[in-house]
């Protein structure tokens, strides 16, 4: 079962669904005004409201048919056929299998970015062998793929013109704003007459704000928002505070915080003083102190616990007392030579221009001071804090990964030899993590990468912290809004009650 299942009793469903009995048009054509967290969670919304891929989901999550209607898997899981349904682009012109085709091997090329061009590495051949037809050779089988297609980064675009065939068009922003407002003008959305389900979509239109959580939290309070999406770290002891209990929705999504350590610097070059780093976090404690929450859950490898067929390799300390670790770790520094008395270890570490990243590190810090080691935070904006990370320019590094399907490749790939710069390299990991888009089943296939994650957790690549929890806000005005494991809400589904029927 997923893990997000175990967060329902934190908001009572019925709360967050309203299923109205009547929708008057007057509320449909209103425009939905909707908050992003972030300039990031702003881009995705609008990306998943224009785009369409050869799989879509379901206000649940489940992944549902796309472009294309139907698809079959082989025996072996080696081939995937789709069968492509009629349907258009934005601009009228019909959506055809080379259309297809050619989105996909972009996506292979890394066009659509490194994470996914990891993800497709199990894809040996895209084709085309008819007009309304697509098939997908594998190395392995890969059911998740399915997962993967239903994402805006593999949405089908338009070969000549890059179109797309969402639910959505983006248009120039909407005039008659107050010139002294100080909010950004919104991303104006409008319902796609061409869209091949258009006639399920009850939204007319959707205005899209990226703002900082606190002032998102404040426009709902008030009423200046339907919605707030893609909450994080920041602003969630603030929305547990101000907004109505039955507003909040908390989430677990597949993503996990964690330290990378930088081998290339002493003392961290010794395996001792790694793995001391690694025993001196209570990590059973920090989701409850940071999160106010015990579905934060720890995370004591690298890859969290909510990956459907995964399981993270137990790490050997699992059992063992936090007090019992603490002790282990203390020996371990003396052995490696760290003397906290005569000469105090400090380790800086990179975060982000967060009051909630640092407020996390406190949490941690208070833990390595009890082992003599005193944590220095060097905050950078999220521009400077990524070229800190690719440039190796750190002790310790706070970073969040997570991965959009159920895979734990996004967690691993970053520490193959050839893909850090802080001097992380285990060759027999590196080819486990190969070898495994050759196994027969997926099931051999995750085995192979928790041998990786294992070899790389064991030496201290990253120190695994907690999994973090996601939260939205939505109105008591939209219908549709359904928790899922994959934490993605398309526009598509939503809906809007009549003001006056909620008073």
């Given amino acids: 079962m997923h893990a997000f299942r175990r967060l329902l009793p934190l908001v009572p469903l019925g709360a967050v669904l309203l299923v109205g009995a009547c929708k008057g048009s007057d509320a449909q054509d209103e425009p939905l005004q909707v908050d992003a967290v972030g300039a990031a969670a702003e881009r995705a919304i609008v990306a998943g409201a224009i785009s369409e891929g050869l799989t879509a989901r379901d206000a649940a999550g489940r992944v549902v048919p796309g472009l294309a209607q139907s698809w079959r898997v082989s025996d072996d899981g080696l081939s995937i056929v789709f069968r492509l349904r009629p349907a258009s682009f934005a601009g009228g012109r019909p959506v055809t299998a080379a259309d297809t085709v050619a989105s996909l091997q972009r996506a292979r090329t890394g066009r659509a970015g490194p994470q996914v061009r990891d993800l497709l590495a199990g894809v040996t051949a895209i084709s085309a062998p008819l007009d309304t037809v697509v098939e997908v050779r594998l190395s392995t089988p890969q059911p998740e793929l399915l997962e993967l297609l239903a994402t805006p980064a593999l949405a089908v675009r338009s070969s000549g013109s890059r179109e797309t065939a969402g639910a ?241 490749i996004p967690f691993l790939t970053p520490l193959q030899c050839s893909r850090n710069r802080h001097g992380v390299c285990l060759p027999e990991a590196d080819r486990l993590l190969a070898d495994s888009w050759k196994a027969p089943s997926r099931s051999a296939r995750l085995a192979a990468l928790a041998a990786a994650e294992r070899l790389w957790a064991e030496d201290g690549a990253a120190i695994g912290l907690v999994q973090p929890l996601g939260w939205s806000l939505v109105s008591r005005r939209i219908s549709g809004f359904a928790p899922n494991p994959s934490g993605t809400h398309a526009l598509r589904h939503l809906s809007i009650e009549q003001r006056r029927q909620l008073r």
Wanted: charged share 25%; glycine share 8%; no cysteine.
């Fill in 168 to 408: 959505f068009l983006i248009g120039p922003s909407p005039t008659g704003a107050d010139p002294a407002s100080a909010d950004p003008a919104p991303a104006r959305l409008s319902r796609n007459p061409n869209f091949h389900a258009a006639a399920t979509v009850a939204l007319e239109a959707a205005d899209v704000r990226a703002f900082e959580a606190e002032a998102a939290i404040r426009r709902f309070n008030r009423g200046a928002a339907d919605l707030v999406m893609g909450g994080g770290l920041e602003g969630l002891g603030t929305a547990r505070v101000t907004a109505r209990r039955e507003a909040l929705l908390l989430e677990q999504p597949r993503a996990a915080l964690l330290l990378l350590v930088n081998y290339k610097r002493p003392p961290l070059s010794d395996q001792r003083v790694r793995r001391a780093l690694i025993l001196g976090v209570d990590r059973a404690a920090l989701g409850q102190r940071f999160f106010g929450s015990a579905a934060a859950a720890e995370v004591r490898s690298l890859v969290p616990g909510n990956i459907a067929g995964y399981r993270p390799p137990e790490a050997q300390w699992s059992d063992q007392p936090y007090v019992g670790r603490q002790e282990d770790a203390r020996r371990l520094l003396a052995e490696a030579g760290v003397d906290s008395l005569a000469r105090p270890l400090t380790l800086a570490v990179a975060i982000q221009d967060s009051d909630a990243e640092a407020r996390l590190m406190e949490l941690v810090a208070r833990d390595y001071a009890a082992l003599g080691i005193t944590l220095r935070l060097e905050r950078r904006d999220p521009a400077a804090h990524r070229r800190a990370i690719t440039s190796g320019a750190f002790d310790l590094a706070l970073i969040r990964r997570e991965t959009p399907i159920d895979s734990p």
